[in-house]
């Protein structure tokens, strides 16, 4: 992930599973409110007529995640020397590589559980994403790559955003029918994959560079950074990424509320909704409501 490619591949697939999460929870919380039934919040979304695209989506993007980052994370087609020794500039894409095996568990034990039916499920589940999430913030945290440059501001605000997205999973245990921490959720996955998006743009692409800065080969790691001339360049340069930040947060926050209100207003006025929803009696509400997403 350590180039423009890399991030934005990563940050498209973490918006795809966001924007689906996101839509099912509001379908979710629209039939539990007319049906006045309460079920636990899923990890992921079954769909139909593929119960499990949710799940083997992950596994594919993670697979192809980790493949690009061992076997074409540098010129040499691998993370090994001819000596056996790891190559340093191979290290940063092994660190992702790290997350990228962390999530394929997570979904591959995901659909092992589900076809295991247990009460504790559904909190088992959640600590495995949990964990994976755990991973991905410790491995941004102690990147090997620069931690006082632009790109490690970038790294920086990148934890807020992961912190948030473990804290609501870990939150998720134990209220699990909680409709704003499943929100809060969906739209950290959504900003974890704009912000990738973002980074892969504004690091490694020339004429987005700010000015004063430049793309630098470093000779220690052979790993492509920005670097500025002067230490205002590099402060100016650290506060239009504080900015981006912000403005990203904003907007998707913004735009994740008014698509809730839209919803929530053309739902409530559609009669074959609410029938829909008077279907599911009390008995079976659990059963036929609760995979929206089929």
């Keep these: 992930m350590g180039d423009s490619k890399g991030h934005i591949t990563n940050g498209t697939a973490f918006c795809i599973l966001a924007i689906w999460h996101f839509f099912n ?4 919380q629209q039939v539990q409110s007319k049906s006045n039934s309460r079920t636990s919040l899923p990890v992921w979304f079954p769909s139909s007529p593929i119960r499990y695209l949710e799940l083997l989506f992950i596994m594919v993007a993670s697979s192809i995640s980790f493949y690009m980052e061992v076997f074409t994370g540098s010129h040499h087609h691998g993370p090994l020397a001819a000596d056996g020794s790891f190559l340093s500039e191979h290290i940063p894409h092994l660190e ?3 997350f990228a095996l962390a999530i394929f568990v997570y979904a591959f034990a995901a659909l092992l559980l589900d076809k295991i039916p247990n009460p504790s499920n559904h909190a088992f589940t959640n600590s495995l994403a949990a964990v994976a999430f755990a991973v991905e913030l410790f491995t941004f945290h102690l990147h090997s790559t620069d931690h006082i440059g632009l790109e490690g501001r970038y790294h920086w605000l990148f934890q807020i955003v992961i912190f948030t997205t473990l804290a609501t999973t870990l939150l998720g245990i134990g209220s699990g029918e909680s409709f704003v921490i499943g929100y809060l959720r969906s739209i950290s996955l959504l900003f974890q994959g704009v912000w990738l998006i973002n980074t892969g743009f504004m690091l490694w692409t020339p004429w987005l560079i700010p000015k004063g800065c430049f793309m630098n080969k470093e000779k220690k790691n052979g790993h492509s950074a920005v670097r500025c001339h002067t230490v205002e360049a590099l402060n100016r340069a650290k506060g ?9 947060a904003l907007i998707i926050v ?4 008014a698509t809730y209100l839209v919803f929530v207003k053309a739902r409530g ?3 074959q909704d ?3 929803a008077e279907g599911c009696d009390e008995v079976d509400a659990e059963q036929k409501c609760r ?3 089929q």
């Design 25 to 28: 929870l509001l379908k979710l």
């Design 96 to 98: 992702h590589a790290v």
């Design 240 to 248: 239009l990424a504080t900015l981006q930040f912000s403005y990203c």
């Design 254 to 257: 913004s735009l994740t509320l």
């Design 269 to 271: 006025l559609n009669g």
């Design 274 to 276: 609410q029938s829909s």
């Design 291 to 293: 995979l929206v997403g």
